[in-house]
């Protein structure tokens, strides 16, 4: 096995991580996750908002205490002046 590589540094592919100078704001939505994907169908819960289960910097700050679901399953919301994040979903339209 090689050395471990240090997750937590700024730097990538040796290059120092750009950092945007202006703060975003991280909002996380509906969840979305699809509890009958199991047996072919879709249902979603109905949680309206992710809610942290714990205090931040703790594993529980990642569940949600409405639902009980990771906060990867809730629609990510950012807000700020560049709109180029690509884990928000969009929808474009195409005139024609």
Partial sequence: MGPQQ???SSMANGTPAARSKEAKVVHYRECQRNHAASIGGHAVDG??????????????????AACGCHRSFHRREVEAGDDRDCSSTST???SG
């Fill in 6 to 8: 240090d997750r937590s």
């Fill in 47 to 64: 949680c309206r908002e992710f809610m942290a289960s714990g205090a931040e910097g703790t594993a529980a700050a990642l569940a949600c």
């Fill in 92 to 94: 474009s339209t195409t």
